[in-house]
């Protein structure tokens, strides 16, 4: 059968020809009479459906011949298809049981009838009962005959394509799914892609199935990709000689890598990844084909490996396939090289997104031309490279695309300009030192001086276009907003807002790029194009970002993001920031900030990104990633604290404050709520919850009051033990007899420089130390002494130049310690000399005023390096869990290095108060090398990760999570509750709460864990945990009871669990539960 035969006309308000009606009036009786035979009402069933009964193979056949010439008689009819209601409804029920018939040829010919109705109705069958054609047809997949596999596949493909899927809490309701999980689809797929070695035509059909239901249905993800088996195979497909396979393969694989536990483990082989995409790329490749790859680049891109496996012989291939898509412009009269260059967009932009040797490769391949030619409208380029260079490329476009580029329109779809400008925006915040000698550049050290002057001339052509100003264009109210020069009103809106806001935000990277160079030379391009635009309308700009704090006027949330970006911008000028400070935008800024972090309302947030807005965007599809974005979703506040240091540091009343600050007005800012915008930017560089980008904008506008760093709790505990020297094994000495204690582990993590030679040499660690102690005690059948901690109580004394003072070193210190310090202004040149010294690259950073590379890290104190091996011989004192040992000596092991954790006592003393009383107790215990803990080695490593870092980390509830096996899970929520249970007993409330939190989604995400939980924490007395456990078991309570799960439980907590149902219940609230 001819599985691509054109669809029935749509027309509307056409007469039918009256031959036309007495054909399908002829067709029509024949059908009737044909189903007549075995379709008969279904008296059970409410909703009137028919059902076929007759098993007689003969009239089987027969009602099946009658349908395909009703099908075939469809073809050509223009008559509209809700005339033909009751035939497409009998015809689709009577399939619906033909597919499931016992004999071969009912059911073959019934698969190709369905295909060829699905083929010319679309998704308009959908209508006349569509879906119940899903059940039998995934049935038929299983077929052994390949023809009837194939036709079964093409019509499940059809239907499903337009089917809505649920996907959530609410997949166990969704019928369609459902009929998919019963008949085991994924497995059937799975074993096609892996086994059919030949059948190419069974492949294809598998894999366009296969990718519609794993972009629909976010369960089948995982399911099918934690199969290495699988993804070879559908990598090795990827460059199958067939177009159709190697299209549905891509797709697939893109569709699956939209699950971020996908992703990672496609990243896992990133050689045969690469060298499977840069193969698609190749100039010769089908368009569609490269489609598909340039989407799987996007999907991938999400992931937090991305970054880091990105790399190889491959990475240039692919970078030279993102830079000739872009070169092919809209494609007028061809809509799929558009849609090409739309996909390798937002490719690049993705790509571009994450630092590394790829940028580099991106430039030599001369993406600056087309992304000049793109933004600027050039038709012809043959000016900008050499005749034999062109005619080369020009030949890869005649054979790809059959499209001269010489005559080929740059115009571009206003959505695709964004991220142009976006993928711009890119190549000057990752523009740096780094990158520079890999570059054939023909001026080292700088980007193309045509992008840079085009992006500034466009910024102040998008604010200003003849003196209009489109940040005026979204108020709500009628105001006096004046009148340009020429006499029009300035509320028109000459340019799209989407487009604005990334012009705006690739100036301000390029403004901010960690190149000099860079920078300096579009500040450069910045003050000319202002000069020849004028700044008279910068008086409308200031007034309408002060709208923005009104409670009058209603500022649309875009216009709002686009005036903080243009005063970013703008405030790089002197003049221009000057100006904008005299009209209050510096107190409106900060409004905005604070009314951000108070009130923010979800609706109105969104990411910085023209990813949200591209064509094609992966995000409201995607699941399961853990890659957070450096600005986050709060775009309106990142953009305020992105303007707010340049505005600081123009303001004169900004100086005064400076001048009136000391170490203990910062103090009070640990302490207390000191309610001052100074306070507000703290606690914003403090919350580790917040984004990176926004945490360090904040620290950058703390440096105008000599606040540097970001403060945090896990620098607050350490200050409090700054100058203990009882566990100091190094002490600074000083020419006038003053005495610095410092800690080795510290700075061997922070401030490596600083750390003495000798301080931590040894020949062997803390493990072989402890090992070789109880094998010869256990020789002499004696207990292990544990006293001494191996290393000497006389700490290392280090002479320090008579040319630092000790105030010098104490800042530094305390900026390695606790992660933010106040700095007098008297001391700023000094420090900033020994901080470049030591390398304290982010303190150089924020004392010199530059701006943070994007995706830069906050350079909060995080110790989390000191228990890997930065910390592994200078570690004093080892964790054993007392679980584990006993496993051990069941096995007839006696060594403790083989399950302990190594720790360090300064640091278990500053966040621990329970070690803080233990080590300075005195007694015996406090000098134990080795501690034994009542607890396994996952609660040890969760509980010292936190005292090291102030973080939990969790598994989170991803289709890893809701994957695994029951008991799997159960052993990894055992180990939170003996986390739950130390903490309560070493008073570490916070993490305390972040278990409990942590238990409640994993229970939430699979309440059937809530029995066994329940009662182990009830044996803890963990109360709190039981009561959550009843919370999640009160919705689906007569589930559980029914299949046995509340056996396990006393008599009292089912008690317990069915009084959380009834009041559940009787609240009216359990309709909106979830059903588990």
């Known amino acids: 059968m001819n ?62 011949r009658a349908i395909s010439a009703f099908v075939s008689a469809l073809m050509s009819y223009p008559g509209r298809p809700h005339s033909l209601q009751i035939p497409l409804e009998d015809s689709v029920a009577s399939l619906e049981h033909l597919l499931r018939a016992e004999t071969e040829t009912v059911y073959s010919k019934a698969a190709d009838v369905t295909a060829a109705l699905v083929d010319v109705m679309g998704d308009g069958l959908l209508g006349y009962g569509g879906r119940r054609l899903v059940g039998p047809l995934a049935d038929r997949l299983k077929s052994s005959k390949l023809s009837i596999a194939v036709s079964a596949a093409t019509a499940l493909h059809g239907i499903l394509l337009k089917v809505k899927s649920w996907g959530g809490i609410k997949a166990a309701e969704d019928s369609t799914w459902k009929a998919l999980e019963d008949a085991d689809v994924l497995s059937v797929i799975r074993h096609s892609v892996q086994e059919d070695e030949e059948g190419n035509s069974n492949a294809a059909a598998l894999l366009k199935l296969g990718a519609v239901v794993v972009e629909k249905w976010p369960e089948s993800r995982y399911r099918l990709g934690r199969y290495s088996s699988l993804r070879t195979a559908l990598l090795i497909r990827c460059q ?472 945090g709790k896990v620098g607050q505990d350490f200050k409090r033990s700054l100058d203990d020297p009882s566990l100091a094994d190094i002490m600074f000495v000083f020419s006038d007899g003053t005495r610095l204690p410092a800690h080795g582990i510290i700075l061997s993590v922070r401030c490596q420089t600083l750390l003495p030679a000798n301080v931590g040499v040894s020949s062997k660690t803390l493990h072989e130390s402890s090992s070789q102690d109880s094998e010869s005690q256990h020789s002499k059948g004696l207990d292990v002494d544990q006293s001494g901690s191996g290393f000497s109580s006389v700490p290392s004394e280090v002479h320090v130049s008579p040319r630092l003072t000790p105030s010098v070193i104490k800042i530094l210190l305390e900026f390695i310690y606790v992660g933010v310090v106040y700095i007098p202004s008297a001391l700023l040149a000094e420090i900033k000399v020994v901080a470049k010294r030591c390398r304290l690259e982010p303190l150089v950073g924020l004392l010199q005023g530059k701006s943070p590379v994007w995706g830069q890290r906050s350079a909060a104190c995080d110790l989390e390096p000191a228990l890997g091996e930065k910390g592994e011989f200078l570690a004093d004192v080892l964790l054993l869990p007392v679980k584990s040992q006993d496993a051990l000596r069941r096995k007839g092991e006696t060594t403790v290095a083989s399950d302990s954790l190594i720790a360090h006592r300064f640091i278990l003393s500053a966040r621990c108060q329970y070690f803080e009383a233990l080590f300075r107790s005195g007694m015996r215990d406090s000098s134990r090398r080795v501690i034994e803990i009542q607890a396994s080695k996952s609660s040890i490593q969760e509980l010292l990760r936190y005292l090291y870092s102030g973080a939990m980390k969790s598994q989170g509830t991803t289709c890893a999570w809701m994957n695994l096996e029951l008991e799997a899970q159960l052993e990894y929520l055992r180990s939170l509750l003996e986390l739950v249970d130390l903490t309560g007993q070493w008073l570490l409330d916070e993490l305390q709460h972040l278990a409990c939190a942590f238990i409640g989604r994993y229970l939430e995400s699979n309440p059937h864990l809530c029995p066994p939980i329940m009662s182990l924490a009830a044996a803890g007395q963990m109360w709190n945990i039981v009561e959550l456990c009843a919370t999640h078991m009160a919705p689906v309570y007569m589930e559980l009871r029914d299949s046995g799960s509340l056996d396990i439980l006393s008599e009292d907590l089912s008690e317990f669990v069915r009084e959380a149902h009834v009041k559940l219940l009787l609240s009216g609230k359990l309709g909106d539960a979830p059903l588990g």
Not at 24 to 39: K, W, Y
Request: aromatic content about 6%; proline content about 4%.
């Open 240 to 711: 199958s000689s067939s177009n159709l396979v190697a299209q549905g393969a891509l797709r697939t694989i893109s569709a699956l890598a939209l699950c971020g536990c996908v992703a990672s483990l496609l990243l896992y082989d990133a050689d045969r990844l690469w060298s499977t995409v840069a193969s698609c790329l190749h100039p010769t490749t089908d368009r569609r084909i490269q489609l598909e790859a340039f989407r799987l680049l996007t999907s991938l891109s999400r992931a937090s490996s991305f970054g880091a496996s990105f790399t190889g012989p491959h990475v240039a291939a692919i970078a030279a396939g993102c830079a000739r898509a872009l070169e092919l412009g809209e494609g007028k009269g061809h809509p799929e090289v558009g849609s090409l260059t739309a996909e390798a967009a937002q490719a690049t932009s993705s790509i571009l997104s994450w630092p590394g040797s790829h940028y580099s490769s991106l430039l030599h391949c001369g993406l600056e031309e087309p992304l000049l030619a793109a933004l600027s409208g050039a038709r012809d380029k043959q000016n900008r490279r050499s005749d034999a260079h062109q005619e080369d490329h020009l030949a890869d476009a005649v054979v790809n695309v059959n499209v001269d580029r010489r005559t080929h329109p740059r115009k571009l779809n206003p959505r695709i300009k964004p991220l142009l400008w976006e993928i711009l925006g890119w190549l000057g915040a990752f523009h740096s030192a780094d990158v520079e000698p890999a570059l054939s550049h023909p001026k080292p050290g700088q980007l193309d001086d045509g992008l840079l002057t085009l992006a500034c001339t466009s910024f102040l052509k998008a604010l200003c276009k003849r003196g209009q100003s489109p940040v005026l264009s979204q108020l709500k109210r009628t105001q006096d907003v004046g009148t340009d020069h020429d006499g029009r009103s300035l509320e028109e809106q000459p340019f799209n807002a989407a487009e604005v806001v990334q012009i705006s935000k690739a100036v301000l990277l390029l403004l901010c790029s960690p190149s000099p160079a860079v920078s300096s030379r579009t500040k450069v391009c910045l003050e000319e194009a202002l000069s020849s635009h004028g700044r008279d309308w910068l008086p409308s700009l200031a007034k309408t970002t002060v709208l923005g704090l009104s409670r009058t006027v209603n500022i649309d949330q875009l216009q709002l993001l686009t005036n903080l970006l243009a005063v970013a911008c703008l405030s790089w000028e002197e003049e221009c920031r000057d100006e904008l400070l005299k009209f209050g935008v510096l107190e409106a800024v900060l409004g905005i900030i604070q009314g951000q972090t108070e009130t923010v309302d979800e609706s109105k947030t969104g990411r910085l990104s023209a990813m949200a807005a591209s064509v094609h965007s992966v995000g409201s599809r995607a699941c399961c990633f853990d890659a957070i974005s450096w600005e986050g979703n709060d775009s309106v506040l990142f953009a305020a604290l992105w303007a707010l240091p340049k505005l600081l540091q123009g303001s004169g009343w900004v100086k005064k404050m400076r001048d009136s600050m000391s170490s203990e007005v910062v103090e009070k800012y640990s302490k207390s709520d000191c309610g001052d915008f100074v306070y507000m930017l703290w606690k914003i560089a403090g919350d580790e919850s917040r984004a990176a980008g926004v945490r360090w904008w904040s620290s950058c506008s703390l440096a105008a009051f000599g606040i540097f760093g970001f403060p």
């Open 3 to 64: 599985h691509h035969r054109q669809r029935r006309p749509q027309q509307r308000g056409v007469s039918v020809p009256q031959h036309e009606q007495e054909r399908m009036q002829q067709v029509l009786q024949r059908l009737q009479s044909a189903l007549q035979l075995g379709l008969k009402p279904t008296s059970t069933d409410k909703k009137g459906r028919k059902r076929w009964y007759n098993t007689d193979a003969e009239v089987q056949l027969q009602a099946l």
